[in-house]
Structures are given as C-alpha cells and as structure tokens.
C-alpha cells in the first residue's frame, strides 16, 4: 500500500512550499506505481555483482537505497527476478542532452560481464 502522502488527495509536502512561497496553486494528482522492494542482500546475484565490483574496483559498493523507480522494482517485486540498479556515470536523463561516459560505459560493461559469468557458475 502507498504510503500516506501519496493516497492523500492533497499536494505533497514539497508543492506546500512553493505554492506557499510563489503564491501560486499546484493542481495535481499523484499515480501511485509500485511497491517499492529490498534486495535480498543474501542473494546468489548480490554477491556476484559485489565480488564482481571488488575486482574491478578494489571495493564492493555501499548498500542503501535508490531515490527513484527503475524496472529493476518491478522485476523482483513482480516476478522474482532478481535485478540491480548500477550504470554508467551519465547526465540528462530522458531529455535530447542526454549523456554517458563511454569510459564508464566500458566499465559497467565489464562488470555486468564478470558478474553474469560468476551468477551463473554460482
């Protein structure tokens, strides 16, 4: 179930402020889309990706959680598909300035490459 603030017919508490401040009206509705999940940190695919990183990079990655919704949700939540949530360094998501480090690109490429490899011999 969403939590409060978004089953509530009001603005979010971050519009309250601006409409406050800029004397201004926000119409708005909220479209709740999914559940959000927790990985299951003791999983065959976290332990690849992170052994995975380690070599790469000389450190596994902090645990915590992502500010936004990518499928990776939906594939674990939906269909127990297990799914991670790492790319490229980038910029201008979903807008005609859209960006990659292709040198990071070649990282994430190899990465997801030694993690695939090390998953499926686990």
């Known amino acids: ?27 708005c509705d909220f479209q709740y889309i999914r559940e959000a999940f ?11 990706f992170q052994t995975s990183h380690a070599n790469l990079s000389g450190a596994v990655l902090p645990e915590g959680p992502k500010m936004f919704v990518d499928d990776g949700n939906s594939f674990w939540k939906l269909a127990d598909v297990p799914a991670i949530t790492h790319g490229p360094i980038a910029g201008g ?10 040198d990071d690109l070649v990282r994430v490429a190899k990465l997801y490459a030694l993690t695939a490899v090390r998953y499926l011999q686990a």
């Not at 009001?10 to 402020?17: L, V, Y």
């Not at 927790?38 to 690849?48: K, M």
């Open 1 to 27: 179930m969403p939590p409060q603030w978004i089953r509530s017919p009001k603005a979010s508490p971050r519009h309250s402020g601006v409409e406050r401040d800029f004397g201004v009206t926000i119409p």
């Open 38 to 48: 927790r990985l299951d940190l003791s999983h065959p695919l976290i332990n690849a």
């Open 93 to 102: 998501a979903h807008t005609v300035n859209e960006w990659v480090s292709i």
